[in-house]
């Protein structure tokens, strides 16, 4: 079975054009508070008065309380990675990574692999879904240590968190 | 078998654009419901929702909000449609004997995405859709220009309902629309969509959610002293658009028939002393009082007219306000259900109708009310 769109040379269709509608949400206030933080390099996660748990990023309710997170912290920009992925070769303009491509970003060349990883940051009870940067792909474990890259420019948007790099 | 009651409940205060996400939305009503039934989250065994995907504009939409409505590490499902099916659907699990305490949500804000073209999409998307112009008002307008032709129903008979059930909602805080002073000819005067339906005579766009919980009757006598029984249940759907006769509340007919059957009701108009029914379109509140058995074919405005379903007539008929008043989707027949169980709990208010001991609450989904769900509550005695 294919697993790209290119590989589908046909499909059902009809020619034409269709009204497919447009959905629209009503935002979180917390994504505001969380790429605020990324515009000073923070990392803003929510705490559970209930449960003390802290969550990056910062979500309003807290499942096991079932209580709103009412607090806020900045957890450190050094993690563990707890998972990750290693993708196949990347083509330029296929796919986009918190908002970014990362071949157009530089942080790879075309035909070579990305690395997503979860992160847990030092402070925080939660897994944080990033790019590792700058590693080789042999080199990558469960149990790494890493550090937060921030664009060069921060701009207040999930993307000026680039990735982790390992701790060296 | 088994007695289920209704043992709490809560809802927001309907209103077009809410400043709250449906996270948070869900979340308080939730809480102010197990709070009215005096439980923590810890008591409930299952938890049933209702939304559609469409409306919520994700997909197995509940598992976004299972924090909100409690449901972390517990029993869980979402049912699609009106709340009222969740609410149907959480009776019988507590009727399997497996499950004691239920909680109930429903919730849509329209405000995020027009429920009007989330319409569209429930139609024949080769044939139906593409004629462009076919949507729920549209086919409610279908509707309505087949009944008033029919039984000869004037736009002023059908702009009274409105009349009645918006200035009724006047009392109701947590009605969107409030009109006390409303008129025949301010109904006419409003905005045209499809003859003859004009924007008072259709339900409002709202935001907002319900919630309440059921409980096992050895449960239900634990947590209050004031349980609301389910006493019957019915529920009935009817062909798709095309092939239906549109003149008829057939499914809604099927399901009053087989829940006044579990109730051991004979005669509706005698025995029920309050009822609080799902009329997205005020034309719609004229087929229900006929499908309802209240009266014969066709004299669904001889009730209005004479009074009978006015707050202070033998009948009356949503002295909340109804779907006309606020219409969150997928919340509004709960909404009913828990307006139905405030006038027999006395809880109602300004709007409150003396000495209810049963009521009916009525749900319903598709377009022309193609399914339907009728609930007859009790109070004790």
């Known amino acids: 079975m294919p697993y790209l769109k290119e590989e589908r040379p046909e499909t059902l269709g009809v020619e034409g054009e269709w009204n497919i509608g447009a959905y629209t949400w009503k935002a979180n206030r917390l994504l505001e508070e969380f790429v605020e933080g990324l515009k000073q390099r923070k990392l803003v996660g929510s705490l559970c008065f209930g449960c003390g748990k802290v969550i990056v990023p910062p979500r309003n309710l807290c499942g096991r309380c079932h209580r709103k997170m009412e607090g806020r912290v900045v957890v450190s920009d050094v993690g563990t990675v707890t998972c990750f992925i290693i993708s196949p070769p990347i083509k330029r303009g296929k796919i986009k990574v918190l908002g970014m491509d990362p071949v157009e970003q530089g942080l790879i060349q075309e035909d070579e692999v990305i690395i997503p990883v979860f992160v847990k940051f030092d402070g925080a009870d939660s897994n944080l879904g990033t790019l590792l940067i700058g590693a080789d792909p042999k080199e990558v474990h469960i149990g790494m240590r890493v550090r937060a890259v921030w664009a060069k420019e921060t701009r207040g948007e999930l993307s000026d968190l680039e990735g982790v790099e390992p701790l060296r | ?381």
């Open chain 2, 1 to 381: 078998m088994r007695r289920v009651a209704i043992v709490g409940y809560a809802q927001t205060q309907h209103q077009f654009d809410m400043q709250k996400t449906r996270e948070d939305m869900v979340f308080e009503v939730v809480k102010e419901a197990l709070s009215h039934a005096g439980i923590t989250r810890g008591e409930v065994d299952t938890v049933v929702t209702a939304s559609t995907d469409f409306l919520d504009g994700r997909t197995i939409s509940s598992v976004f909000l299972s924090m909100a409505v409690g449901a972390y590490l517990k029993d869980e499902s979402k049912t699609e449609e009106d709340g009222t099916s969740a609410a149907w659907y959480a009776f019988m699990r507590i009727l399997s004997g497996v499950h004691d305490v239920a909680l109930v949500e429903a919730h849509t804000q329209g405000s995020t995405f027009n429920p009007h073209q989330v319409s569209f999409y429930t139609l024949d998307p080769l044939f139906d859709r593409q004629i462009g112009v076919l949507n729920d008002v549209s086919a409610a307008a279908i509707q309505a220009r087949m009944y008033m032709s029919s039984y000869g129903v004037s736009e002023e008979e059908i702009a009274m309902v409105s009349v009645k059930n918006l200035s009724n909602a006047a009392k109701n805080p947590f009605a969107q629309r409030r009109m006390p002073d409303l008129t025949v000819e301010e109904v006419l005067g409003s905005k045209l969509y499809y003859h003859p339906i004009r924007e008072l005579m259709m339900s409002p766009i709202s935001d907002g959610a319900c919630a309440l919980v059921l409980a096992s009757e050895e449960k239900a006598k634990e947590i209050t002293d004031t349980p609301v029984w389910i006493e019957g249940v019915g529920v009935c759907q009817d062909f798709y658009l095309r092939d239906r006769n549109l003149l008829e509340l057939d499914s809604l007919r099927k399901a009053a028939k087989d829940a006044y059957e579990m109730a051991g009701i004979r005669d509706p108009y005698a025995e029920l002393d309050v009822f609080e029914v799902s009329e997205k379109f005020a034309h719609e509140e004229l087929m229900i009082y006929e499908a309802l058995g209240l009266c014969r074919r066709g004299k669904g405005k001889v009730l209005l007219e004479r009074g009978a379903t006015e707050k202070g007539g033998e009948i009356p008929v949503n002295p909340s306000g109804g779907a006309l008043a606020a219409d969150p989707v997928c919340a509004t027949g709960l909404v009913r259900m828990v307006e139905a169980a405030k006038q027999i709990r006395g809880e109602a208010g300004e709007y409150q109708i003396p000495g209810v001991r049963r009521a009916l609450a009525h749900g319903q989904f598709g377009m022309c009310a193609q399914k339907n769900w009728v609930f007859i509550l009790g109070g004790e005695g």
